[in-house]
């Protein structure tokens, strides 16, 4: 079974320039959650998506949105980028319905901002 | 009031011994699951114990156990006999579920000596 992909593995972008990252879950797997990590900050949590709806939001400002397809594959856009942008950012995925449920992460998308 | 807390920034350990890394919690919700996570320098995040708030007994896995004090609100990790590859960053994680979010503490950045 495939594990978590996404892409690209590396971007480096300007300041006002906006990014759109990609992430496909294992198959079978309908959320899809993404994460911002940046040093000494952990992971903040971005939003959910589960069978392409929106279930759960972070406290990040509207630049970040995201959408879910229905394949589960995600998309996350960044508009108006900021060099406080720069970040690691993780997705992962599960099939969303139980508490015990681990989430399997992909590699993430490492973005600099410049 | 922050969900996942991690005090232990970074710490060392020689090689063979065991180490506990610390991680409190704050939740309100009965039902929990806690989840500890490795992130080599790779970047992938890798699951490696669970404990869910209604079991009774302490999990393991292979090297890695779970302290979990339920009236104490903690769920420490506890690594036997410490491995060069076991150098890593650490993070506690808990899923609640009346939210279905995971919450991920700051982390900690484990250096084993040889």
């Known amino acids: 079974k495939a594990g978590v992909t996404q892409t690209p593995r590396y971007l480096i972008k300007t300041r006002g320039q906006q990014v759109t990252l990609s992430c496909s879950p294992i198959?079978?797997?309908?959320?899809v959650s993404w994460y911002q990590q940046t040093p000494g900050q952990g992971l903040q949590f971005l939003f959910e998506?589960?069978?392409?709806?929106?279930?759960n939001k972070g406290n990040f400002p509207g630049r970040f949105s995201g959408r879910q397809f229905s394949n589960s594959r995600s998309e996350m856009n960044v508009s108006t980028l900021e060099l406080g942008d720069s970040a690691l950012y993780l997705c992962?995925?599960?099939?969303?319905?139980?508490?015990?449920?681990?989430?399997?992460f992909g590699s993430g998308t490492q973005l600099s901002v410049l | 009031a922050q969900k996942i807390t991690q005090t232990q920034p970074g710490m060392f350990v020689q090689e063979k011994e065991a180490v506990t890394l610390d991680c409190t919690y704050d939740?309100?919700?009965?039902?929990?699951?806690l989840f500890w996570y490795k992130q080599p320098s790779s970047g992938e995040m890798i699951f490696l114990i669970y404990?869910?708030?209604?079991?009774?007994q302490n999990a393991t896995e292979g090297r890695y156990s779970l302290n979990f004090q339920k009236a104490r609100k903690s769920a420490n990790l506890v690594i036997s006999a410490s491995q060069l590859g076991d150098s890593a960053m650490y993070f506690c994680?808990?899923?609640?579920?009346?939210?279905?979010?995971?919450?991920f503490g700051s982390g900690t950045k484990l250096n084993v000596k040889p």
């Open positions: 994680a808990m899923r609640e579920d009346n939210f279905n979010k995971f919450y």
């Open positions: 198959s079978g797997h309908r959320s």
């Open positions: 992962a995925s599960s099939s969303g319905h139980a508490t015990n449920e681990k989430l399997f």
């Open positions: 998506y589960f069978s392409e709806t929106q279930r």
């Open positions: 404990q869910g708030s209604y079991d009774q």
């Open positions: 939740t309100s919700d009965p039902s929990y699951g």
